[in-house]
Nanobody, 122 residues
Framework: QVQLVESGGGLVQAGGSLRLSCAASGRTFSSYAMGWFRQAPGKEREFVAAVGWIGGITRYADSVKGRFTISRDNAENTVYLQMNSLKPEDTAVYYC???????????????WGQGTQVTVSS
């Protein structure tokens, strides 16, 4: 069982940066791939980024490549999403998730946080 708590969301102007954190409970954090997803009002939840067990392998949605960076600290049981050059279309609730392997589909993840709101003003 893994419990996930996101933080770091907020309101930022276009072009600005935010760093999201996701703190995980449990002793098996390092055995999970971790992903970030987001959901904007009226839209389906979409994949943003994911990182493998030890952080060496990452994947990104095309819409965030070159702007967002996912990383993890297994000693701190935390995964991060550094978001730079933010755009209004990045506005959404951001969720972190844990699953057995690095995948882009939300159904592949077993545990989810409650989400943190990111709002980018133009």
């Amino acid at each position: 069982q893994v419990q996930l708590v996101e933080s770091g969301g907020g309101l930022v102007q276009a072009g600005g940066s935010l760093r999201l954190s996701c703190a995980a409970s449990g002793r098996t954090f390092s055995s999970y791939a971790m992903g970030w997803f987001r959901q904007a009002p009226g839209k389906e939840r979409e994949f943003v980024a994911a990182v493998g067990w030890i952080g060496g392998i990452t994947r990104y949605a095309d819409s965030v490549k070159g702007r967002f960076t996912i990383s993890r600290d297994n000693a701190e049981n935390t995964v991060y999403l550094q978001m730079n050059s933010l755009k209004p279309e990045d506005t959404a609730v951001y969720y972190c998730a844990a699953g057995p392997r690095l995948r882009v589909g939300s159904r592949e993840y077993d545990y989810w946080g409650q989400g943190t709101q990111v709002t980018v003003s133009s």
